[in-house]
């Protein structure tokens, strides 16, 4: 007989731990991650400096070291935030074809990077370890 897997196993899995799901998670020290913040915490790479009106590629990685991906641990999604201003989103499936990663192209206009800057800013959520946040400040041109 086939092993059975109870929704409530599957979906609220024990191993949760609901300190992660009760505010947006950081890293505290950058300069000292934890394993837990090196797995989850949104690893930006894009540009430093940019040209308005100029297509640049942005990868947010979950997270430095990329997280597993598998039927009761996994990123459902990864969001990219323009300042304050959603860009996007990308859904994964818990059935691990994917490594969580997404590339995003973006476009920036003159007008919406005050002074010059402007903060990109990433968010996963992982099933297990909940929702998680990282930000880059880059120049605008
Ligand atoms: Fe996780």
Redesign the pocket.
């Known amino acids: 007989m086939a092993k059975q897997v109870f929704a409530a196993e599957r979906y609220f899995p024990t191993k949760a731990d609901p300190a992660l799901f009760e505010n947006i998670n950081r890293v505290k020290d950058p300069a000292n991650k934890s394993p837990l913040e090196k ?2 915490a949104p690893f930006i790479t894009a540009p430093r400096k940019v040209k308005a009106g100029e297509p640049f590629p942005v990868e947010v990685s979950v997270g430095e070291n990329v ?1 597993p991906m598998g039927p009761t ?1 996994w990123i459902e999604f990864i969001e990219l935030n323009i300042g304050n201003e959603p860009a996007g989103r990308v859904d994964f499936q818990s059935n691990g074809y994917l490594n969580p990663k997404a590339t995003f192209t973006v476009v920036l206009k003159k007008e919406s990077a005050a002074g010059g800057k402007i903060t990109l800013i990433a968010h996963q959520r ?1 099933n ?2 909940g929702y998680w946040e990282s930000s880059l400040d880059i120049d605008v041109a």
Do not use: D, N, Q, V
């Open positions: 797995t989850h997280h641990h992982c297990l370890h």
